[in-house]
């Protein structure tokens, strides 16, 4: 092996970086000036820098080592596969085994209505595959007219035009002029932070509402979708209050418009069950997956379909004119096969609902009694905190915001924790496979950081008496 890390100290490393490499979600300039931090290798839960730091990954990569780093068996499917088929594509009346395996077990782990699946490259792509195959499906049923999707504000669902339209970040859609045509968004079931005056259960039914309100302002017959991850990640671990979800049931129980439910960061297993749906009940016309799907060991995503939307686009719909060069792509099946191999056979789901994720529930819970802490929320394993200026006070925001949450993000990566903070609220998605005693580090060193900002902020007369 001949890896610039084992040639080149971090220094270096870090100049050429920084004249070369444009980071995505990055203001280059700023990481230039500070310098990225190298990672060279990982295992379990832990990744290592190359000044050989040891840092617990307390965010799975990002949303989607499930597995563990370091697992030899899918290095040997892969390393196997390319042996065999490198790559060939799916487009030409071709197929190849490991799609063909994926495509079937798949079939297996998703909700029973769901049998086909149509492969992509990434959450993105299923997303925007997500946005053709609606629209399509309506023209087909010869209701042409029903062509807004219906999304929400601080929605996540990836970077592509069509993906970060239907996303509901400000922030993105000022650079490139998003949404494109035909998207709208509605509340966000964020009871801390929007949450007013009513108690979660009120509000949660009030947001669930909103999407009875605009299927009506808009017309049912020209509302074609509603999209929604089960539990908002990158937006901040936006956990919907117990009302919420049921509610969203009744209401596309009654109205004829389809339902997306963006499993990509809630799907193989984060909240205890291998879909998010799985957890709150929901039933979905179609299901973007990625990240778990292959615990980021190779890109690869895919939209589950319910038979009934797959049986129109396949008997009526003729050609779908779309597809990407990879999907399907051998290496990434074989990878992701032997990723659904191990979770389903070491019974890794069930350990999280049945042991890890209530283990650490009791302790994450418990940090609300933090001084900086206004809520810990947690279902599974994924969790939030909201930092705040003043206890107690929901409407209290730190000045300006996201600040304290980057702070406080630097500490705990100091001090051997990846936390990633949203605005100013810290977000953790542990791998998996997160052990009790590593359960325990994660909390103690995520109190120590959140103490340490704490201290800090007291020092610049920035919080509290
Ligand atoms: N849907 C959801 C729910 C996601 O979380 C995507 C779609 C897009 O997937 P790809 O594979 O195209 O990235 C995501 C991705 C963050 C962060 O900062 C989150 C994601 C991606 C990058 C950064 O939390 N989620």
Redesign the pocket.
Known sequence: MNLMSNIYPTEVLQKIDAAHHLH??TDTRALNAEGSRVIVSADGVWITDSDGNRILDGMAG??CMQIGYGRTEIAAAAHRQMLDLPYYNTFFKTTHPPAVQLSEKLAELAPAHMNRVFFVG??????DTVFRMVRTYWDLMGQPEKKTILSRVNA?????VA?ASLGGMTTMHGQGDLPIAGIRHIAQPYWFGEGGDMDPDAFGVWAARELERTIDAIGEDKVAAFIA?PIQ??GGVIIPPETYWPEIRRILNEREILFVA?E??TGFGRLGTWFGSDYYGLTSDLM?I??GLSSGYL?I?GVMVADHVADMLVDKGGEFFHGFTYSGHPVACAAALENLRILDEENIIGRVRDETAPYLQRQWLALADHPLVGEARIVGLVGALELVPVKGDRSARFDPVGRVGMLTRDISFRNGLVM?A?RDTM?LSPPLVISKDEIDMLVERCRKSLDEAYADLKRRGKIGS
């Open positions: 995505p979600f990002l949303w990434s959450g993105s792509e299923a997303n996540y669902h990836g970077s592509t993906a991850e990640g990158a963006d990509v960061i973007p990625a990240k890109p995503g990633r949203v977000v």
